[in-house]
């Protein structure tokens, strides 16, 4: 009897354990992000996208605002102060991670984490601004490659009920996809002078043709047949790829928008280019393209190079997906994987020897690393750029291998909204996704790479 009560007693022990586990990407108040807004609530109409959120009575905007950014509204929740901005897209381009990151110097994150809201890419952040002392809840969604924000600022002391209603002002905002309203006519046009003289600013002293794909516009002063070339390893190759591992993570309530290549038609326009994105000469005369968002800038060279592939997959999972985050080892290792596997690279054998020295930084310390090109080997990181990058891609595959396609997708929105490579928030989407710690994570990847 008594091995019957011992059995019984660990089987109810194992299954509270496993109750208790996060759920990936579930929070408690996930579940209400589509719930209704009470009918005492007052809808806010905004003009940018057709959208609108709801504030409970007796919330009012602050004065004399109507064309300021962000709008703030001002009412008061059990007795309780509170504040709500909404800050509409200023930059062209932006990602949560990089709206997060302006912030990251003089806030604590308590959590980010991604929620499902209305098939856009959208992420929850609770912050304490250090200065201030004050506490911020957030709704970020990346909506046509730029970010829009609902923020509720809470008061300094608050009843858990005053957290419940900041949550529902959040959730309840609603954007609208394209095509549900009134738009202009056929901007096509101005689109694609803009995104030309981006890359290749007048006056030209070479002609530059457009070349229209589902997936990418190429704009280009090289040779017609080597554009060609390119645009077939682009759309035809490394695109489906991408689409097959990253394709869930696309957003649903948009078309795709192509990405955009700059081919130059020799080196010294492409480090000119370079030069004139700030990145410096002798790191432009070393490399043979680099990314940045939904760009991406090369010169006439190999159709089928490996450049096309590592950077290609920095566009797409930056421009296409919005998850610029993470930090330099995240980014890096995502992009060498691909470029890997289509050199059909054995990854783990060839970080095997890497992972069994002792030499080897703690995982923390890779993932507080800002820039794996320009890393420096010394006492405190005693790897060199070729050996970061090799652990941070061995990692990578570590994860799809051992976690299986939906939750390394999982695992990869969830680092992918995050400000940088901040251990502790990585921590919690190694819990929300992986079921477990960092320091767990760093164990079984050592063993599988072959370390004792």
């Known amino acids: 009897m008594s091995c019957f009560v011992m059995l019984l007693f660990t089987f109810l022990c194992a299954s509270i354990s496993l109750a208790q586990r996060p759920k990936p990407l579930e929070p408690d108040w996930a579940q209400k992000s589509e719930a209704q ?15 609108h959120f709801f504030l409970p009575p007796g919330f009012i905007p602050y004065p004399d605002q109507e064309n300021q950014n962000p709008r703030r509204f001002h009412g008061r929740i059990g007795g309780k102060q509170l504040s709500v901005y909404w800050y509409r897209p200023s930059r062209d381009f932006s990602t949560i991670s990089r709206s997060l990151l302006r912030l990251q110097y003089n806030n604590r994150f308590l959590n980010i984490h991604s929620v499902p809201q209305f098939g856009f890419l959208a992420a929850q952040a ?12 957030s709704l970020r969604v990346w909506v046509d490659r730029q970010v829009w924000i609902l923020e509720v600022r809470l008061p300094g002391r608050y009843a858990p009920s005053i957290l419940d209603e900041a949550h529902q002002i959040i959730s309840s905002l609603k954007l609208l996809p394209k095509g549900k ?10 689109i694609i002078k803009k995104e030309k003289t981006l890359g290749f600013p007048p006056p030209w002293d070479h002609k530059v043709k457009t070349y229209q794909s589902p997936h990418y516009h190429i704009y280009s002063e090289a040779p017609n ?19 097959s591992i990253f394709g869930p993570l696309l957003p649903k309530s948009h078309h795709f928008h192509p990405l955009i290549i700059y081919l130059h038609r020799n080196r010294g326009s492409f480090v000119l280019d370079a030069l004139d994105r700030g990145i410096s000469r002798p790191w432009a005369e070393k490399v043979d393209g680099f990314a940045w968002g939904p760009h991406y800038s090369t010169w006439f060279d190999s159709p089928k190079a490996p450049v096309h592939f590592h950077e290609g997959t920095h566009q797409f999972v930056e421009g296409a997906l919005g998850l610029d985050g993470g930090g330099a080892w995240f980014q890096e290792g995502l992009a060498d994987w691909i470029e890997m596997g289509f050199r059909k690279a054995p990854i783990r054998r060839r970080a095997r020897n890497l ?15 800002t820039s794996l090109q320009e890393l420096q080997e010394s006492e405190d990181t ?10 941070s891609t061995s990692l990578i ?6 976690f299986g396609q939906k939750v390394f997708l999982t695992f990869v929105r969830e ?3 995050l400000p940088g490579g901040e251990p502790s928030l990585i921590d919690q989407a190694c819990n929300r996704t992986l079921g477990i710690t960092l320091k767990e994570l760093e164990i079984k990847w050592r063993k599988w790479g072959g370390a004792k």
């Open 37 to 51: 807004a009470p009918s005492s609530w007052k809808k806010i109409h905004l003009q940018q996208r057709f959208s």
């Open 126 to 137: 609770e912050r304490i601004d250090q200065e201030t002392g004050s506490k911020y809840l």
């Open 181 to 190: 309203g009134t738009r202009a006519g056929n901007i096509e046009e101005a």
């Open 225 to 243: 047949s080597g554009t060609l070339s390119l645009q077939q390893t682009m759309e035809k190759i490394l695109a489906p790829r991408l689409i």
């Open 355 to 369: 992972l069994r020295t002792k030499l080897t930084p703690p995982l923390e310390e890779l993932m507080k690393i």
């Open 382 to 391: 005693p790897i060199s750029t070729e050996e970061a990058y090799l652990l």
């Open 397 to 402: 595959a570590f994860i799809h291998e051992t």
């Open 415 to 417: 680092v992918g909204i």
